[in-house]
């Protein structure tokens, strides 16, 4: 009777992980295969998973984005809201599931999020707005995006903080011709780019310089046409803009790696299981768009994505900054069980130690859960064109309307028209929404 209670600690665990490990495992299967299988495909698949509740906030941030790349506009939203619900509820400190992670693994504590998941959820949100002609309702999202942002940069580190939401914010502030507030977001994607030794895209480029020309800030605007080597390119009467985002790819999942620790109190090499990356070798694929008279030559600009946010790059950030922590559980774990087997060897001779090691392994189990249904990359770019041209979104063979066609013209101060195409299928989700926009190639992707 005594082996068994001693062994009833991990034999729970062991338990309680299976029935907890089966539903994330399942998502993260379909997370790998969803480059082939395609959005639609997908979703129906994952629509078949019943997730634990510790698994929900994962199982809804990734139904939400394909919902949204499906083009269900108002379930993606459902689903997000209900994630960033969850999330913000779960930052209070549930002793249960600390407990349960101490001291069996870590995926018996519900999923919260990473810091940049927690703030890529506002900027998804805001595009099922945006793309459902609300464009209050995104502007309402990237105040909260903002609220979520100065929580996560309380501590000196860039941690949460995403240069591409800020740029969201700023569109979303410059199309609501609110310039003050659109010209300090450029400002704060600007320097979490430079910040981070990253490449400032076109789009950021154009949109600070425009934006300080046109607020008069002469000193500003001068300092930013010395760094990108020109002036601002303000649409003419006859012109406007489009600005293309580009969701390139799948973001890498996390795997598992056992590791041998050296314990000073034990004396002795301790395993301990945590999470990691595998390399990346995700190289990102730019999108063409060409304006104008849609023949390459004389009166044709022909424009390509840049990259804004690398998510490869966050996703390992992230990881990166909990490492520690992580390796002090696990191996506060690992002790804890260490001493459990030599218990069971005192107490139930070498079966019971057998037995006790066995549970003991198994039940250790790293967290690899993500919100791994995000791009790997986040590219934009931003586009002038004339307002009764139509812009040709190269290699996925859709074409972007005229602007005058969806109500933009010379009287018009504002003229601006907003599209989101992704590397997994050819659907096309624009501002000011546009219906029956329909593929007429293959093509999945443009180098």
């Known amino acids: 009777m005594r082996m068994f209670r001693f062994l009833a600690t991990p034999l729970l665990g062991l338990g309680l992980l299976y029935l907890q490990g089966c539903s994330s495992w399942q998502i993260n299967q379909l997370s790998t295969a969803l480059p082939t299988a395609g959005p639609e495909e997908t979703l129906k698949k994952l629509e078949e998973i019943d997730p634990s509740d510790r698994d929900r906030t994962q199982y809804l941030l990734n139904r939400g984005v394909l919902k949204l790349y499906s083009g269900d506009l108002d379930g993606s939203r459902q689903d997000l809201e209900q994630a960033k619900v969850i999330m913000s509820s779960l930052q209070a400190v549930s002793l249960t599931e600390n407990f349960g992670a101490l001291t069996a ?13 927690q703030v890529l959820v506002h900027a998804m949100l805001a595009m099922g707005y945006l793309f459902s002609g609300n464009l209050d309702g995104a502007r309402v999202e990237m105040l909260q995006a903002n609220v979520t942002m100065s929580r996560l940069g309380e501590r000196e580190s860039v941690s949460g903080q995403l240069a591409s939401v800020r740029f969201l914010a ?6 609501n011709g609110e310039l003050d507030d659109a010209l300090i977001s450029y400002r704060s994607a600007h320097e979490i780019i430079k910040t981070r030794g990253e490449q400032v895209p076109d789009a950021l480029a154009t949109s600070l310089l425009n934006v300080s020309l046109r607020q008069n800030n002469d000193e500003e605007y001068e300092k930013h046409v010395a760094e990108f080597g020109r002036k601002a390119s303000l649409p003419k009467a006859n012109e406007g803009e489009w600005i293309v985002y580009y969701h390139d790819g799948v973001v890498t999942n996390k795997t598992e790696a056992r590791l041998s620790v050296f314990e000073p109190k034990l004396r002795s090499l301790i395993s301990v299981v945590v999470p990691q990356y595998p390399p990346s070798r995700y190289q990102p694929r730019r999108l063409s768009i060409k304006s104008g008279n849609g023949k390459v030559g004389a009166g044709t600009d022909v424009n390509s994505t840049e990259v804004i946010e690398m998510i490869e790059r ?71 064109a004339p307002l009764d041209s139509p812009v040709q979104i190269v290699g996925k063979g859709l074409a972007l309307p005229p602007l005058n066609e969806l109500g933009a013209s010379r009287s018009r101060a504002v003229r601006y028209g907003v599209a989101l195409v992704n590397s997994l299928n050819n659907r096309l989700l624009s501002y000011p929404p546009v219906k029956g926009i329909k593929s007429n190639e293959g093509q999945p992707n443009e180098q």
């Open 105 to 117: 693994n870590e995926t018996l504590r519900s999923y919260t999020g990473t810091p940049s998941e």
């Open 170 to 175: 700023g569109l979303i502030y410059e199309m």
């Open 314 to 384: 966050r996703a390992r950030e992230d990881l990166a900054d909990q490492s520690a922590k992580i390796m002090a559980a696990a191996t506060v774990r690992a002790v804890a069980k260490y001493q459990m087997v030599k218990e069971a060897q005192k107490n139930g001779g070498g079966l019971g130690g057998l037995l006790a090691n066995i549970a003991g392994v198994l039940s250790e189990q790293a967290d690899v859960r993500s919100w791994n249904m995000l791009p790997s990359s986040i590219q934009v770019a931003r586009t002038v």
